[in-house]
């Protein structure tokens, strides 16, 4: 007999939204690495006992932008919207199916009022959580950083002075940080590069533990300021903050700089970091015939007389002058000085770092330093891929480095749990084989 549908709605139902998520769902491995008491510690100081309306709990609000972040979900209308049909959602997020969904506008003021400083709590506080599991040693850092477009347009930037945009020869505006600034996101500087489009940036700086390519630290910035300036105090944070030793650091050529080397050795931790190309000296002294005496700090030349420190310093580079009058008349005069400088003392620039850059410019031809480049290339730079594919980091969502800061830590924190969710499912796989298997021998013996 043909059925027919019942339009009639039964008047009582009892549903189990437990029954409708499947067991092997991500959203179930994702909950079971999400730490509560890090949330309640970090927002308890946001609510009153006993007083006021009941608030949305902060549980909830932070398994909404959970699934925000996850799935790449465009805007947090678009959320509540999907949280209203979509079963896992509801389940993921305590929702009942008897409760309303929050509306869009209440998860933006309670992100608003939580600010920047809760999400760094609860990012720092699965780090040392999971620091403390052992599931990060930290003995090996990779660190880079990755341009965001800001939700801001070139073309809504106005002059600093209050003067009209110069027009050039091809009667195009000329930007730049130090006269143009974005009417609302005063923040976000104007960011161009070959093969990069100018535009509006953020720069996100990720500091991760190379074993489990957990990130460690997420450090926002606006985009035109270089990795390198915030490196350093980077790496203190996560030898202070978190308790880790690093023991090596890998990086691209943008770190490399005698500066950046010299802290390293400082600190312990070798680096694997290739020398920047801008910094690398065309005629060192080694190659010309020149020597440095570092004992003494002089400079022998190749007839064996010396340059001593002049008293002049600049951009790291300490000026040698000869002394005596050894120029005179030798032999190497017409090689060593122009014809403009005869009859005058020699002067060398040295690089106050040139002994690091030197170490380093002999060590980045090892086959264990181009094996630890290329690690550092698929590592890192993958994880900025994904960020920005799969959880909505390739376009920044709000305005002013403290909200899109909060961006940046949610992303962060979507990544690292499904980096330990997808740990902690392989470890028990591999328990569970291991258990079978030694199980079925006793069985067979």
Same mark, same amino acid.
């Not at 002059?159 to 195009?172: A, I, L, V």
């Not at 020597?291 to 008293?311: A, E, Q, V």
């Not at 000026?319 to 014809?339: A, I, Q």
């Not at 994880?383 to 305005?399: E, I, P, S, T």
């Given at each position: ?35 509560? &008491? ?6 308890? /100081?946001?609510?009153? &006992? ?20 996850? @799935? ?13 049909? %979509? ?13 309303? $969904? ?15 400083? !809760? ?16 599931? !990060? ?45 974005? !009417? ?6 104007? !960011? ?26 997420? @450090? ?27 023991? *090596? ?38 190659? %010309?015939?020149?020597?440095?005496? /570092? ?27 000869? $002394? ?31 002994? @690091?850059? @030197?170490? $380093? ?19 890192? *730079?993958?994880?900025?891929? /994904? ?59």
């Amino acid at each position: 007999m043909r059925g027919r549908i019942n339009s009639q709605p039964t008047l009582f139902s009892t549903i189990n939204i437990e029954e409708f998520v499947p067991q092997d769902h991500y959203l179930r491995k994702l909950d079971k690495v999400i730490d509560l &008491n890090i949330i309640r510690k970090s927002t308890d /100081k946001f609510y009153s &006992n006993g007083h006021g309306r009941p608030a949305i709990p902060a549980e909830i609000f932070f398994r909404t932008q959970i699934i925000y972040y996850l @799935y790449g979900i465009k805007s947090e209308r678009q959320l509540c919207e999907q949280l209203q049909f %979509n079963l896992a959602y509801r389940w993921f997020c305590r929702i009942p199916l008897e409760d309303e $969904v929050p509306h869009h506008s209440s998860l933006s003021k309670i992100r608003s009022r939580f600010g920047e400083e !809760v999400f760094k709590e609860i990012f720092e506080g699965l780090i040392k959580k999971w620091v403390k599991e052992k599931v !990060v040693n930290g003995d090996r850092i990779i660190a880079d950083g990755s341009l965001l477009v800001a939700d801001a347009s070139l073309d809504s930037t106005i002059r600093k002075d209050g003067k009209k945009h110069k027009k050039d020869g091809s009667n195009k505006d000329r930007y730049s940080n130090s006269t143009h600034q974005h !009417v609302q996101d005063k923040e976000a500087q104007i !960011v161009g590069r070959p093969g990069f489009t100018k535009k509006l940036c953020y720069k996100t700086h990720y500091s991760i533990d190379a074993k489990s390519r957990i990130i460690l630290d997420c @450090y926002g910035t606006p985009g035109a300021t270089p990795e390198c300036t915030v490196f350093i105090s980077r790496i203190d944070y996560i030898k202070n903050n978190l308790g880790l030793s690093p023991k *090596e650091v890998l990086a691209d050529s943008g770190y490399g700089s005698g500066a950046i080397y010299k802290a390293l050795e400082d600190r312990g931790i070798r680096s694997y970091i290739p020398l920047h190309r801008s910094k690398a000296r065309k005629k060192e002294i080694r190659k %010309n015939g020149f020597s440095y005496d /570092k004992s003494k700090d002089r400079i022998k030349c190749p007839k064996g007389h010396y340059l001593y420190p002049h008293n002049y310093t600049y951009r790291n580079m300490q000026k040698y002058r000869m $002394v005596g009058g050894h120029c005179n008349g030798c032999p190497m005069e017409d090689k060593c000085l122009s014809k403009t400088q005869q009859h005058r003392a020699l002067t060398l620039d040295r690089g106050i770092y040139e002994d @690091y850059s @030197y170490r $380093v410019t002999k060590r980045q031809e090892s086959k264990l330093f181009k094996k630890r480049l290329n690690e550092r290339k698929w590592k890192v *730079e993958g994880l900025f891929g /994904k960020a920005k594919r799969n959880h909505g980091l390739h376009r920044l969502k709000y305005r002013g480095l403290k909200k899109v800061s909060i961006q940046m830590f949610m992303t962060a924190i979507v990544q690292n749990l499904k980096r330990v969710a997808n740990k902690c499912e392989i470890s028990l796989n591999e328990s569970l084989s291991f258990y079978l298997k030694n199980h079925c021998l006793e069985i067979i013996h």
